[in-house]
């Protein structure tokens, strides 16, 4: 088996392909930037995408409907890679927010209702997916994630870290509703089961870890691993 991977350079895919090569497993990065990828693509068994956009903050409408556009027209041009490539399905990663639900336990084939543009996004880039696929041929995996978190994560769940280290007053005390999370050696070894079961279909899942947790939660849990002085108020 050698696995293609796309994103290979952030926060997911450097530890995807770390377990995968500890695992025996033989990796082959793809820069979407690079002149010609498509060619390296040929002799790979299966493809891991993760490049696309990540989280983003408050933007113009503009600028998202660029980034959408950006991140349609790639998705199209993967899937046709690695359909004319014959490789033998493509595990195509999305996010939970495509569906517009936090909880990754409500039923799996609930209507996908983006709540967001970020959702919107992820929600666009799976259906130029899915429809370039069946055009193709080619089975997908598509794997919606919650909040991912480990060693080297960045953006929202690294800011919480920060700010609860440090035993700051937090005003979520009424955030209890339930979230799903994964961590990442546990997001490793789902999309490593992806890689090795070649789907008969087109099939979506939702990895997570077994216990939901609301943020209270996680802030109390994070302020006994730091043992800090970290204050939830109402």
């Not at 989280?55 to 790639?74: A, G, K, N």
């Not at 666009?124 to 060693?151: D, F, H, N, T």
């Not at 279909?201 to 849990?221: G, K």
């Amino acid at each position: 088996v050698i696995v293609a991977v796309t994103g290979a350079s952030g926060f997911i895919g450097r530890h995807l392909t770390e377990h995968l090569r500890t695992s025996g497993i033989s990796v082959r990065e793809i820069n979407l930037r690079a002149n010609g990828w498509e060619e390296t693509l040929r002799g790979a068994t299966v493809l891991v995408h993760l490049a696309g956009s990540a989280h983003f903050s408050q933007r113009r409408r503009s600028d998202v409907d660029l980034l959408q556009h950006d991140d349609v027209l790639l998705a199209h041009r993967v899937v046709a890679a690695a359909a004319s490539s014959g490789l033998q399905h493509l595990v195509h990663v999305s996010s939970i927010k495509a569906r517009g639900l936090h909880d990754s336990s409500l039923p799996p084939h609930s209507e996908a209702l983006p709540a967001d543009a970020y959702g919107q996004l992820k929600r666009a880039v799976e259906v130029a997916v899915k429809e370039k696929a069946e055009e193709s041929g080619l089975p997908v995996w598509i794997a919606r994630l919650p909040l991912v978190y480990g060693p080297r994560v960045r953006a929202n769940f690294l800011l919480l870290l920060n700010v609860v280290s440090r035993g700051i007053l937090l005003p979520l005390g009424h955030a209890t509703a339930p979230s799903s999370y994964i961590g990442i050696r546990n997001l490793c070894s789902a999309l490593t089961r992806c890689i090795e079961q070649s789907p008969n279909a087109n099939m979506t899942i939702y990895p997570a870890d077994p216990q939901p947790l609301s943020t209270c939660e996680l802030v109390r849990l994070m302020t006994d691993l730091f043992d800090s002085n970290t204050v939830l108020l109402p």
